[in-house]
């Protein structure tokens, strides 16, 4: 499986050279159909940003006013894009093409001659980052191929597009590397600057294989939204009331979402502790639908006005517990598709060794799971697992056992999350099943949580 990331400037204004790769060459104001036709991508994404509005008006300045809706506008920039691509490729590359080429219009900032767009950075990075994690998810779901390679060519990025590009699909691809053979792959052409020199050739600066990390940060925000610094102090008051009152419409359970799985299930995953992934395991289709719900009202607050120019103002922002959402969302989506992990009260102890396939790369974490889950294994050809459950060290201890709902975080990662004082254990039909003690469900909750490294505001 290939992807082809591209990120683009104002492509109206490109020239047309001659582009190098792989001892080929076009000439073309773009480096698509070279690439494409070089690397043969399953699936192209091309990154804009929605400033290229500025072109739409002013070609035809008459025609927009106040009343055209944020979307009509980036519709335009989109339509306008696809068709920049298919005249820059058409004597090049197959119709078939344009089935696997999908363009982003992202939400950036700037002023321009007809234009003003107001907002924060950030919400490029947060807007790409949800359209490429709900890329990758829909590819796992439907490409059985375990190497994926991924090329991300920045010779047409421009200001923080790059660098925010770059950081984002990096920031994917170690998520996706618990799953897949990642290669990464980074493209850029030679300088073009006046027409000192139109033979550029296309480097490769940077291929690795990407290593498997998950690093979630916990963050003060509670919210996924919160109202923008540039608005005016007149008007942040109405407008976060009303934020708030449309958060509590659209996922009134958000607080609850992100304290009682959220978070619990994001540390069990960074600290490998794969009883607690499965317990804490999210509801997908309430994660979907509340990752839609968030980036539909992030849109909903976008603020048109003209005054000597059309301004485009985002008047709320998303927060970095919306990334955090997005890496669960993902992890939590891929986990299921992979290995068809489901969240579950009883756990049998076969469904770790699943898990374990997951962190095989971090050799200290699998070898803790696996010395703890043959433990158990050898404990029960010695003495037999009751049918009814009971705890742990009772079963293993006897009468020496000393009982106990405190949760010692020493102890609950040095051995994985398997307690003797906090997990049950039971056989059914030489089936064995673990679980967490109910009264200690709290206590290795805020464990987990807050074993998360805290976020910066």
Not at 11 to 24: E, F, G, K, L, P
Not at 35 to 40: A, C, D, P, R
Request: aromatic share 12%; proline share 4%.
């Amino acid at each position: 499986m290939k992807l082809l990331i591209e990120i683009w400037g104002n492509y109206q204004a490109w020239r047309r050279v001659t582009y190098s790769y792989n001892n080929n060459s076009i000439d073309s104001s773009t480096t698509l159909p070279l690439l494409y036709t070089e690397i043969k991508p399953d699936k192209s994404i091309i990154i804009v940003a929605d400033t290229l509005i500025e072109n739409e008006i002013a070609a035809n300045p008459t025609q927009y006013h106040q009343d055209i809706s944020y979307s009509e506008l980036c519709k335009k920039v989109h339509d306008s894009t696809f068709e920049f691509i298919k005249t820059a490729t058409q004597n090049f590359c197959p119709a078939s093409m344009y089935h696997s080429v999908s363009v982003l219009v992202a939400p950036a900032v700037g002023t321009f001659r007809h234009t003003q767009f107001i907002g924060n950075p950030n919400n490029f990075f947060s807007y790409i980052y949800f359209f490429l994690a709900k890329t990758v998810i829909a590819i796992a779901q439907t490409n059985n191929d375990d190497t994926i390679e991924i090329y991300v060519d920045i010779t047409h990025g421009i200001n923080y597009m790059t660098m925010i590009t770059y950081r984002t699909i990096k920031d994917i691809c170690t998520i996706l590397a618990h799953f897949f053979n990642i290669t990464f792959v980074v493209l850029n052409s030679d300088p073009f600057v006046g027409a000192e020199n139109i033979n550029l050739t296309i480097n490769q600066i940077e291929k690795v294989k990407v290593m498997p990390q998950l690093v979630i940060y916990k963050h003060r925000d509670t919210l996924p939204l919160r109202i923008s610094h540039n608005l005016d102090n007149c008007l942040k008051a109405d407008i976060n009331k009303m934020l708030q009152d449309n958060m509590k419409h659209t996922i009134p359970n958000f607080r609850n979402l992100l304290e009682n799985t959220i978070y619990p299930f994001a540390g069990a995953a960074c600290n490998a502790a794969p009883i607690f992934m499965i317990y804490f395991f999210p509801d997908l289709n309430i994660l979907h639908t509340t990752v839609e719900n968030i980036v539909e009202l992030f849109f909903k607050y976008f603020n048109i006005r003209t005054t000597n120019k059309l301004c485009i103002q985002q008047q709320v922002d998303f927060t970095s517990t919306f990334i955090t959402l997005l890496q669960n969302w993902l992890f939590a989506q891929l986990l299921a598709t992979k290995y068809s992990i489901a969240q579950y009260n009883e756990i049998k102890l076969s469904l770790i060794y699943s898990l374990m396939n997951v962190l095989k790369d971090n050799q200290i974490a699998t070898s803790r799971i696996y010395r703890e889950v043959e433990k158990i294994k050898a404990f029960d050809n010695k003495m037999s697992i009751p049918h009814i459950y009971n705890d742990y060290g009772k079963i293993n201890m006897g009468e020496n056992y000393q009982p106990d709902t405190n949760v010692d975080t020493r102890n609950f990662f040095a051995h994985a999350g398997f307690g003797y004082t906090f997990t049950q254990l039971k056989k059914e039909q030489n089936t064995i099943y673990i679980k967490p003690k109910d009264q200690a469900v709290d206590s290795i909750k805020n464990t987990l949580s807050n074993s998360l490294p805290q976020g910066v505001v």
